[in-house]
């Protein structure tokens, strides 16, 4: 008896187990479903998280699920069809085949156990060796040709701080709309993850064509703050293999930055007016409104729309790569602006412009009444109605409010033209140009289908909220201790260790981390990232483009006797390779840092005499005391500064000094044979013509190319290396050059002689 007890315990026990086992993979398996055909639109940063969340607690309070009654649960009902609650889901997919039907109606029969309590495998922290490593194995799977043409995206930090898999998922989607919303390239392509944890995702610029014409990666590498320098010969070998400063950067930061301007007019190329634009979609908007209304433009107007503030027309146009939206907005409706009135000859104050890429996706265009290139349109003109931020920003507003490509519309104009016996414009032209309803409503939908094909490819939801926003503000946030530590590539315990031993991350304002619920405000720890890693030793902070300027290629007309002197001025034309120069004169602060990281370039080390080559009488940093520049002058120029010294302050920022020629063609601003950046008049409103007084960079105007002070302030010096003329007149260039001072036309100094106020500032060359 007693053995049949036991035996019979056992038997109960087994049993029970099995139940559990049960329960825990039809949970498991409901959650794949869910997981694999519901998250991207009702995950907790999906499309259509607001309608419904697929999160267990919420589906069983608001009662779309009820546990042991799948007939009575409407989770399963609108699997099956639609209800008198909305339509049959997933929406806008095939239905769930019987197999995944039976699956979760055997689920709910069960009690509906909840999958959020099955134990989650632990994330190991991935180091950033370990993502260098991950990163350098990909590259080499490649062809030597193709390498140079990779770039990665990482949430690497994410997945170390604890972001959830809806979180995650989110960004990996969002990446992949973003990147193919600013590409010229035929097909949409998604980035692909190289990692198990997919925290790392591989692109080839020529995918998206940011390779033609100038490399977009230069753009974003100009724009990201949070490049690092690694410490690693992985990362070393990484630069080499790619042929860039910063082969990968932060997803989050990209979709943040590069969805609005200027970023996202720069990757995307977008011309400064919308003829330019128009003319390389091949659409000539008079021309079609002239002499093709119906053909290859149609128009429509209405009262009401959700951002304008006042009537709107809208006009679509046969383009290159499908369809060219153009808005006309006004600031009022009266006179000319009353579009029933004046239907054709009204008087406009910006506009919207919708246009279909080549992959199927759309891209956006604000502009003014002539057709300059805005960044956010006046809000007395459009606006976002009933948002915290009501200003419409191109991009990411326009991502908004069009996540089902074009939005549907009522014309209201063409009745009343109809009904208008005796108008005083052309009614037979503006009955060809206000469409019928049939036509434009074809159109729309043949619009809106090219733009859902292309978003479902990108990986995509067609509708619902925008989730680019959500994450946009979601970066923008504040962060925590864990957040700020993975930015870093520390683990939180270690990172707030660091910050209690070391006063600079203190003084930086870091201490509130280590407070419960301590955060820092992420412009707060953006500006404090590079002295942060330059701390923690992790690498050298490297922003690589910042605040430097773009000089194009090509022929400028240059002095070939620069010398202060009566002699009639002579030029000649000297043709200039593209490169970046920096917009301001290197500062103390930028030079105290070079200081610090090569103590042989302090001024009271005495084993270098290089610091003193051209500058008399041992002046080397004459106005600094010891190593400390002067008290509250940390953004004045540096000043006494040899050549050599120079040098070296280029070489160890990763750039180098400008040649005499690259100098003069950037100072003179595209002006051709003037002696200042503004003409030939001295203006002290322009430039600081005080010698010996030395004021903080960017006081004055820039020039033409956006430069400041390269009239005025210090001398500048300039490389010694030949230049090519393309004439025959000779030009003969001393070793060293000084240029700059006040007019741009004339050397400061050359070869051994000596100026005081020595300064400088910084080129970039630009990849061929």
């Not at 409407?74 to 909305?86: F, K, V």
């Not at 490169?579 to 500062?587: A, G, H």
Request: aromatic content about 10%.
């Amino acid at each position: 008896m007693k053995t049949f007890c036991i035996i019979t315990c056992l038997l109960i026990l087994a049993l029970s187990q099995q139940i559990v086992y049960a329960q825990q993979a039809l949970e498991q398996q409901a959650f794949a479903i869910f997981e694999q055909h519901c998250l991207d639109c009702h995950g907790e940063f999906g499309s259509y998280s607001d309608v419904l969340t697929m999160k267990h607690k919420d589906l069983i309070e608001d009662r779309s699920l009820i546990p042991g009654q799948p007939d009575a649960s409407e989770l399963y009902l609108r699997l099956l069809g639609d209800t008198d609650r909305g339509s049959q889901m997933p929406l806008g997919q095939d239905p769930l085949d019987a197999e995944d039907i039976s699956t979760i109606r055997r689920w709910i029969e069960a009690g509906a156990p909840d999958w959020e309590t099955i134990p989650k495998p632990e994330r190991r922290f991935i180091t950033t060796e370990a993502m260098l490593k991950t990163i350098h194995t990909h590259v080499t799977s490649l062809t030597a040709f193709d390498r140079s043409f990779a770039r990665y995206f990482t949430l690497t930090h994410l997945y170390n701080a604890g972001a959830s898999d809806d979180n995650l998922r989110a960004y990996r989607n969002a990446l992949s709309k973003l990147v193919n919303s600013l590409s010229w390239g035929a097909e949409v392509i998604k980035p692909t993850p190289i990692d198990q944890e997919e925290t790392i995702f591989y692109i080839d610029l020529r995918h998206y064509e940011w390779d033609i014409k100038s490399d977009r990666w230069y753009k974003i590498e100009q724009a990201y703050p949070y490049g690092v320098q690694l410490k690693s010969s992985t990362w070393t070998t990484l630069c080499q293999e790619t042929d860039c400063e910063l082969p990968f950067i932060r997803a989050d930061w990209f979709i943040a930055t590069a969805s609005l301007p200027p970023l996202y007019h720069e990757i995307l190329d977008l011309p400064k007016t919308d003829k330019e634009l128009e003319t390389r979609l091949e659409v000539d908007v008079s021309e079609n409104i002239k002499n093709a209304p119906g053909v290859r433009v149609w128009r429509a107007g209405f009262n009401d729309s959700g951002v304008s503030v006042n009537n709107r027309i809208v006009e679509r146009h046969k383009s290159r790569y499908g369809a060219y939206w153009k808005s006309y907005d006004f600031a009022g409706n009266v006179g000319t602006q009353n579009i029933f009135t004046h239907p054709l000859n009204f008087t406009h104050d910006g506009g919207e412009i919708i246009f279909n890429l080549p992959n199927g996706l759309q891209a956006y265009y604000l502009s003014t009444a002539t057709g300059d290139r805005l960044d956010e349109a006046p809000i007395n003109i459009v606006s976002n109605a009933g948002a915290r931020d009501p200003v419409v920003r191109n991009g990411l507003s326009c991502m908004g409010c069009h996540t089902e490509g074009m939005k549907t519309f009522e014309d209201q104009v063409r009745s009343v033209i109809e009904q208008n016996r005796n108008p005083s414009y052309d009614k037979a032209q503006a009955l060809r140009l206000y469409t019928e309803k049939s036509k434009m409503d074809t159109l729309v939908r043949e619009d809106i289908a090219r733009y859902r094909q292309a978003i479902e490819a990108a990986g995509g939801v067609f509708g619902g909220s925008e989730p680019i926003q959500q994450l946009v503000k979601q970066f923008e946030g504040p962060l925590d201790a864990t957040h700020a530590a993975a930015e870093v590539g520390l683990e939180t315990d270690d990172f707030l260790e660091k910050i209690r031993e070391n006063r600079t991350l203190q003084n930086a304002g870091l201490l509130v981390l280590g407070v419960e619920k301590g955060t820092v405000k992420r412009d707060a720890w953006e500006s404090q990232f590079g002295k942060t890693v330059s701390v923690l030793k992790l690498g050298k902070h490297v922003n690589p483009y910042a605040n430097m300027v773009l000089i194009p290629a090509g022929e400028f007309q240059m002095r070939t006797n620069p010398d202060d002197s009566d002699e009639e001025l002579l030029y000649t034309t000297i043709s200039v390779d593209a490169f970046y120069i920096d917009k301001y004169e290197v500062t103390n602060a930028q030079y105290k840092e070079f200081l610090n990281a090569n103590p042989e370039w302090r001024k009271e080390e005495r084993t270098n005499p290089r610091k003193y080559h051209y500058l008399a009488y041992n002046c080397y940093l004459y106005d600094w005391n010891e190593d400390t520049y002067p008290s509250g002058k940390g953004n004045q120029p540096v000043a006494f500064v040899s050549y050599d010294a120079a040098v070296a302050y280029a070489q160890w920022i990763g750039k180098r000094l400008p040649t005499e020629a690259e100098w003069e063609k950037a100072a003179r601003g595209r002006l051709v044979k003037k002696k200042y950046p503004w003409g030939n008049l001295i203006d002290s409103n322009k430039a600081n013509p005080r010698e010996s007084v030395i004021t903080p960079v960017g006081s004055y105007p820039p020039n033409g190319y956006g430069l400041h002070d390269i009239a005025g302030n210090v001398a500048e010096w300039c490389l010694k290396e030949p230049l090519r003329a393309d004439s025959d007149v000779a030009i003969e260039f001393k070793d060293i050059v000084l240029r700059g001072g006040l007019r741009v036309d004339l050397r400061v100094s050359y070869g051994g002689d000596i100026s005081y106020f020595n300064g400088f500032r910084c080129v970039k060359d630009v990849k061929p």
